[in-house]
């Protein structure tokens, strides 16, 4: 492929890592991972509601990874309420894959803007030698792309396996009993699933470019050193 498209395909390829390190982010700070409603299952047994009388006692939740709002409703008018999961939350969720789903994101950001800046590297520099071939290019997009599915992954089981939204709920409630009515993901879980998708769109840059990178092989690429062990 000649020199100019393949600037121009690391040029898109770095554009969209970048775009998904900033979607990322904004997901992370955002409360719209799940969106949902709560059904006040006490109050609706002790009157026997049934059809229109079952909706005022179905309130409203929507969190995101630190914090969201609840509306719950017990047939006297709605209580909205703001929550944090650190430190409240702690101990009533699965702490470890919470966190986890956070440390993921993390990365996910993290080697998204590294992966923007290789590209841009090859686009209109002369990489390093240790940069010598598509490997480095693979690698960073391997890495976005697994650390997105396992974002998915583990959220999915903390929502519809452990029952989060049933937990946030019912945190701190002694007279009522919550339970999940209705949940569905929202636009920032949505968000992770599109970078997923872009890096596996990048990799495929990768290979429509080739393997001719735009810089000179040097006389003694042959002899791999300490650093390229490390980076590959």
């Given at each position: 492929?000649?020199?100019?498209?393949?600037?121009?395909?690391f040029c898109?390829a770095?554009?969209?890592?970048f775009?998904?390190?900033?979607?990322?982010?904004a997901?992370?700070?955002?409360?719209?991972?799940?969106?949902?409603?709560?059904?006040?299952?006490?109050?609706?047994?002790?009157?026997?509601?049934?059809g229109p009388e079952?909706?005022?006692?179905?309130?409203?939740?929507?969190?995101g990874?630190?914090?969201?709002?609840?509306?719950?409703?017990c047939?006297?008018?709605?209580?909205?309420?703001?929550?944090?999961?650190?430190?409240?939350?702690?101990?009533?969720i699965?702490?470890?894959i919470?966190?986890?789903?956070?440390l993921f994101?993390?990365?996910?950001?993290?080697?998204?803007?590294?992966?923007?800046?290789?590209f841009?590297l090859?686009?209109?520099?002369?990489?390093?030698?240790?940069?010598h071939g598509?490997?480095g290019?693979?690698?960073?997009?391997?890495?976005?792309c697994?650390?997105?599915?396992?974002?998915?992954?583990?959220?999915?089981?903390?929502?519809?396996?452990?029952?989060?939204?049933?937990?946030?709920?019912?945190f701190k409630?002694?007279?009522?009993?919550?339970?999940?009515?209705?949940?569905?993901?929202?636009n920032s879980?949505?968000?992770?699933?599109?970078?997923s998708?872009?890096?596996?769109?990048?990799?495929?840059l990768i290979?429509?470019?080739?393997?001719e990178f735009p810089?000179?092989?040097?006389?003694?690429?042959g002899?791999t050193?300490g650093a390229v062990?490390?980076?590959?």
């Amino acid at each position: 492929m000649p020199a100019q498209q393949k600037k121009m395909l690391f040029c898109t390829a770095g554009v969209l890592s970048f775009a998904c390190a900033l979607g990322a982010a904004a997901a992370v700070g955002s409360q719209l991972w799940v969106r949902g409603s709560i059904l006040c299952s006490t109050g609706a047994l002790l009157v026997n509601a049934s059809g229109p009388e079952l909706h005022k006692f179905i309130g409203d939740i929507q969190y995101g990874l630190f914090s969201g709002q609840r509306v719950r409703q017990c047939g006297l008018g709605g209580r909205p309420q703001s929550f944090s999961f650190f430190p409240d939350l702690l101990r009533i969720i699965p702490a470890s894959i919470h966190v986890s789903v956070i440390l993921f994101c993390t990365v996910l950001i993290v080697f998204a803007l590294v992966a923007a800046g290789f590209f841009m590297l090859n686009a209109f520099g002369s990489p390093y030698e240790t940069l010598h071939g598509p490997v480095g290019l693979y690698l960073w997009s391997f890495i976005c792309c697994s650390c997105g599915c396992l974002i998915m992954i583990l959220f999915s089981s903390e929502v519809k396996i452990h029952h989060l939204s049933e937990k946030i709920a019912n945190f701190k409630e002694g007279t009522f009993t919550f339970k999940t009515h209705s949940e569905q993901f929202a636009n920032s879980f949505w968000t992770i699933l599109v970078c997923s998708l872009v890096h596996f769109l990048n990799a495929l840059l990768i290979r429509l470019a080739g393997f001719e990178f735009p810089f000179s092989k040097s006389k003694d690429s042959g002899t791999t050193t300490g650093a390229v062990d490390l980076m590959y």
